[in-house]
């Protein structure tokens, strides 16, 4: 099995840390807004990894029950990235979407490339995209339609504070 690398912000004295229980409320936070706006998702799509974790809460916040995911790697470490954001395999169904209104979510925009290749991919799919986020920094070049918080700082995701596990000794 081939391991993701765990990017270790423990040396960064200045960061958001998001805890399980802030993101519980994050979540419906977020949702709220989604709900409260002229826009009724029928779809949401993850991109993963990061939004994931998000865009399941959204989901069951919103009552939604159709997702999906499109997988991209863009950072490599803290602060550390690929020259440009790459899709992996497997691909999404882009057939099945076209026409439809999407919920694009992902944990972060921050330097928002990854979402606009992604909301790029997906309107010109013939899709109604919109993109939500727990967080925005200043520097992405997408503002996403729906944010729950703006900060510049390094953010400390609950599922991807601690490095993944190893198998047992014994």
Known sequence: MSQAFHADSSDLAA??????????????????SIADSDFDPEIVIAVARGGLLPAGSLS??????LADAINVEFY???H???????????????????GKRLLVVDDVADSGRTLALVLDLLREMGADARSAVLYAKSASVV???????????WIVFPWSAEPPVTPSAG
């Open 76 to 78: 490599t470490d803290v």
């Open 60 to 65: 069951y916040a919103l009552g939604l029950k």
């Open 143 to 153: 503002d996403p339609d729906f944010v729950w918080r703006r900060t510049d700082e």
């Open 15 to 32: 960061k958001e840390v998001l805890t399980w229980e802030l993101f519980g409320t994050a979540s419906r936070e977020l949702a709220q």
């Open 80 to 98: 550390e990235t690929l020259p440009d954001p790459v899709l992996l395999a497997p691909m999404l169904d882009t057939e099945s979407i076209q």
